[in-house]
């Protein structure tokens, strides 16, 4: 199983909705003064949680294969 794109967006993708979701459900004040009450970075730090998770089920060689590739402009 080589590491590709559409792997890591359904492994990660429910992880953003979650994070989004419980975002709004707890009350934001007590998140108050910490990094984590912003939701751009509390989504985007579980998101590269997940990719970390998942990309450690994978070899070396596969994750430098997929850091590697071509975007597009």
């Not at 509390?42 to 975007?71: C, M, P, W």
């Amino acid at each position: 199983m080589t590491l590709h794109t559409l792997g890591v967006a359904s492994h990660t993708a429910p992880t953003g909705l979650i994070t989004f979701l419980k975002h709004f459900l707890y009350h934001r004040s007590q998140r108050k003064g910490q990094p984590t009450a912003q939701i751009s970075y509390n989504e985007g730090l579980a998101i590269v949680r997940k990719f970390l998770s998942y990309a450690s089920t994978h070899s070396l060689a596969e994750l430098q294969d997929f850091t590697a590739n071509h975007v597009p402009t």
